[in-house]
């Protein structure tokens, strides 16, 4: 599946801003996505996640309650709304997807084989 990540901008702190990242197939609906981050000179980072069944989602401590992962499965997109934006947010913003992945592993970057090209967020102080 191919993953095309789009959505992030330059934004001030406590602004808003939702990515998105559609796919490329309709099976879409059977794999686990995840959000994840990288900031210059730090290494990725998870960020959000949901489950490949059930519809759980998971976030990182950094981001709960500011963050919410969605999927439109008819849409074939996930998007991340994130609210109340942070400096320390700005990072460019990649999505994740895997039709393997056990629950356990969702929050390891090495588990997905699937990535999008990122996009890049900045939130000005």
């Known amino acids: 599946v191919q993953l095309q990540a789009s959505g992030g901008g330059l934004v001030q702190a406590g602004g808003t801003l939702r990515l998105s990242c559609a796919a490329s197939?309709?099976?879409?609906?059977?794999?686990?996505v995840g959000w994840f981050r990288q900031a210059p000179g730090k290494e990725r980072e998870f960020v959000a996640a949901?489950?490949?069944?059930?519809?759980?989602?998971y976030y990182a401590d950094s981001v709960k309650g500011r963050f919410t992962i969605s999927r439109d499965n008819a849409k074939i997109t996930v998007y991340l709304q994130m609210n109340s934006l942070k400096p320390e947010d700005t990072a460019r913003y990649y999505c994740?997807?895997?039709?393997?992945?056990?629950?356990?592993?969702?929050?390891?970057?090495?588990?997905?084989?699937?990535w999008g090209q990122g996009t890049q967020v900045t939130v000005s102080s």
């Open positions: 949901f489950s490949r069944t059930g519809g759980y989602t």
């Open positions: 197939r309709r099976t879409f609906s059977n794999y686990a």
């Open positions: 994740a997807a895997d039709n393997g992945i056990i629950t356990s592993s969702l929050r390891s970057a090495s588990a997905y084989d699937h």
